[in-house]
């Protein structure tokens, strides 16, 4: 395991604090912020924002820094746009709205799109232009996502689309949508799936927030009804968008087990400002959350290691995101214990804004379900890593018709 950056990793991150120095302030030490939209305006403000950050980012060469050269990007390793997301999260700068454009839409249409594609799409996505949202999920399809049942029949040029989808992040503010639709229901349930991208705006797409249990809504149902797309947005070949769709999830989970952003030394500060450092069962406690954040630490040095020698993550992103995801069940009971009778406020009452409660207590759903719950982690690595059978199923042969629902 190598520790060290190489010289040129080094010298690209003082490239990156340059450039960011010149646009953004560093974040204050120790200031905890709650960061979720409730507000529309607000929210508006905020994409105005991270589309303008987007475009400056463009315009100077720092936008799909893993993309092609060819498609405007630098061509850079994954462990180099690491660094760069690094050095850009100290930084008070408008983040988070282009990640499933240029991290999950950009690659897809690059592996898989055709020349038209390429042109309508990659630029504007690196320039800001277009947000995107994750059409896959539906309320009896998610972990078993290939279940899905949106319903899609061709229509001479068009395809009619008639179902829905759960969960969407940011379908609310979005442009465009990756959407996966069933076009043949004779074929197993794997091989009848066809990926549209299709215009937000299009009638017949009605996008209704849902309001989460942390204050914000950043999630939406969205209900399609005989929504028009055109056949020339398909993403590769019609009943073969299981193969496009996994080029999209391959990139959602390189995101895996990056955790929360938010350091040990802050649950510690807050240990220290309740006036519970003294306590012998809360230092346990303590030393426990230390060393699961110091397990991560390692363990993502093992994968970022892996990546500069050219090696694509494997199974060790699932125990990456299972030891994550406990670290986050573990500091979600520790802060409210932590705070007492006090964790129990919400909102500017609270500690820090109700940070504590919001973004680390009911916000730990968050990144332990998203991108593939623990669960399904598991599977993987009974699979994968330690060789156990495959849970016994005859979907991958029967007509989707067929199976039972
Ligand atoms: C922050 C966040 C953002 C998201 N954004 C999007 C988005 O933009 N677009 C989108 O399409 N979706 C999105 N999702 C949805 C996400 O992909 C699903 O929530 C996830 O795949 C789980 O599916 P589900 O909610 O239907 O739960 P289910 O699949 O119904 O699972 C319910 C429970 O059963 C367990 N379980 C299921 N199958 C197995 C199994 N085989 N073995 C053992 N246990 C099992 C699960 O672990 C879970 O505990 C988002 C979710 C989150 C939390």
């Known amino acids: 395991m190598n520790f060290d950056e190489t010289p ?6 003082e490239e990156c604090r340059a450039f960011l120095a010149q646009h953004g302030e560093q974040k204050e030490p120790g200031r ?3 960061t979720m939209s409730t507000m529309a305006e607000d929210e508006e403000a905020h994409v105005k924002a991270c589309r303008d950050w987007q475009r400056t980012k463009a315009e100077n060469g720092w936008a799909g820094l893993t993309w092609p050269e060819a498609y405007g990007g630098r061509g850079l390793t994954g462990l180099m746009q690491g660094i760069f997301l ?13 990640a499933q454009a240029i991290g999950m839409v950009g690659p897809t249409i690059i592996t898989h799109g055709t020349e038209e594609q390429k042109q309508e799409f990659l630029a504007p996505i690196l320039r800001g232009e277009q947000v995107w949202c994750q059409l896959f999920s539906e309320p009896n399809a998610g972990s078993d996502l290939a279940s899905l049942a949106c319903r899609a029949v061709r229509d001479g040029d068009e395809y009619v689309v008639n179902g829905q989808k759960v969960w ?14 069933r076009t043949d229901l004779d074929a197993p349930k794997h091989k009848g799936i066809t990926y549209l991208l299709v215009d937000m705006r299009t009638p ?40 496009v769709a996994m080029t999209t999830l391959t990139s ?13 030394d802050t649950v510690l500060d807050l240990a220290r400002r309740c006036g519970v450092t003294d306590d012998p069962v809360m230092r346990q406690k303590l030393v426990e959350l230390f060393t699961s954040y110091e ?20 199974p060790e992103v699932s125990v990456m995101k299972i030891a994550v995801s406990d670290r986050l069940a573990f500091q979600g009971d520790l802060v409210e214990s932590i705070q007492g009778a006090s964790g129990m406020l919400w909102g500017e009452d609270a500690n820090d804004d109700g940070y504590w409660q919001s973004m680390v207590f009911t916000g730990q759903w968050m990144a332990r379900i998203g991108g593939g719950t623990e669960d399904v982690q598991r599977n993987i690595v009974g699979e994968r890593v330690l060789g156990l059978p495959r849970e016994p199923s005859n979907d991958r042969t029967t007509p989707f018709r067929d199976l039972l629902k």
Do not use: C, K
């Open 8 to 13: 040129e990793e080094a010298a690209f991150r």
């Open 32 to 34: 905890l912020r709650v």
């Open 86 to 98: 690094e050095e850009e999260a100290r930084y008070d700068l408008p983040v988070g709205m282009f």
């Open 168 to 181: 969407t992040s940011s379908a609310h503010v979005s442009d465009w949508g990756m959407l996966l639709v």
């Open 204 to 243: 017949g797409i009605e996008v209704r927030p849902l309001r989460q249990a942390t204050g914000g809504a950043e999630f939406n149902e969205v209900f399609l009804t005989d929504v028009r797309v055109p056949v020339a947005n398909t993403l590769g070949p019609e009943n073969g968008g299981w193969g």
């Open 252 to 264: 959602e989970r390189a995101d895996i087990g990056s955790g929360h952003g938010m350091g040990w």
């Open 295 to 314: 397990i991560s630490r390692f363990m993502g040095y093992r994968i970022r290691t892996a990546a500069s020698q050219g090696v694509a993550p494997g």
